[in-house]
Antibody, heavy 118, light 110 residues
């Protein structure tokens, strides 16, 4: 059974940095398409970043240059380093596994809340 | 403002059928399969449909989708009160080189 468990969220001041982790079980991160998707309070889903099995990486325009996705194969975790945080980055951050032809997400974590506020 | 356009809300009575639309463009829906997700309050989204009407294990065939040009629709038949949730469409966008979602549709089962 696949489980994704996010951690690392919290309250951070604007301009600060935070590192999220997603611990995977039932899958190997090295062999999985993985992504971060966020959801601002009361709002819809917004894709953030993804990493292919070959290590190729893509970011949404809203976070490019500030966020960095990576995976730790030894710990079987997916990470998201978030720098220069802004109020608009406040959201629940989900890690999700990609499947299918066009990046559908079949497994999701429970999410971790990031609040950017002074 | 979302790349894909969904109605904010739809409603129908138990046992009835409801259709949720998702409108996009040639760079997304027009050339890529659409996925549909159900999100119950306080929970993570759940994949309902992907890759041209495929359903993950456990998703009943009351849920189905279709596509025409740059629009897609999710049909839910035999509505149940448990179907009350937010529904999102999503797909790949070739121009943006990323995944895009609709703004979500809140389904109320009256």
């Amino acid at each position: 059974e696949v489980h994704l468990v996010e951690s690392g969220g919290g309250l951070i001041q604007p301009g600060g940095s935070l590192r999220l982790s997603c611990a995977a079980s039932g899958i190997t991160v090295r062999n999985s398409y993985l992504s971060w998707v966020r959801q601002a309070p009361g709002k819809g889903l917004e894709w953030v970043s993804l990493i292919y099995t070959d290590g190729s990486i893509l970011y949404s325009e809203s976070v490019r240059g500030r966020f960095s996705i990576s995976r730790d194969n030894s710990k079987n975790t997916l990470n998201l380093q978030m720098n220069s945080l802004r109020a608009e980055d406040t959201a629940v951050y989900y890690c999700a596994r990609g499947t299918g032809i066009n990046w559908s997400f079949d497994y999701w974590g429970q999410g971790t809340l990031v609040t950017v506020s002074s | 403002q979302s790349v894909l356009t969904q109605p904010p809300s739809v409603s129908a009575a138990p046992g009835q059928k409801v259709t949720i639309s998702c409108s996009g463009s040639s760079s997304n829906i027009g050339n890529h399969y659409v996925s549909w997700y159900q999100q119950l309050p306080g929970t993570a989204p759940k994949l309902l449909i992907y890759d041209n009407n495929k359903r993950p294990s456990g998703i009943p065939d009351r849920f189905s989708d279709s596509k025409s040009g740059t629009s897609a629709t999710l049909d839910i038949t035999g509505l149940q009160t448990a179907d009350e949730a937010d529904y999102y469409c999503g797909t790949w966008d070739s121009t943006l080189s990323g995944v895009v979602f609709g703004g979500g549709t809140k389904l109320t089962v009256l």
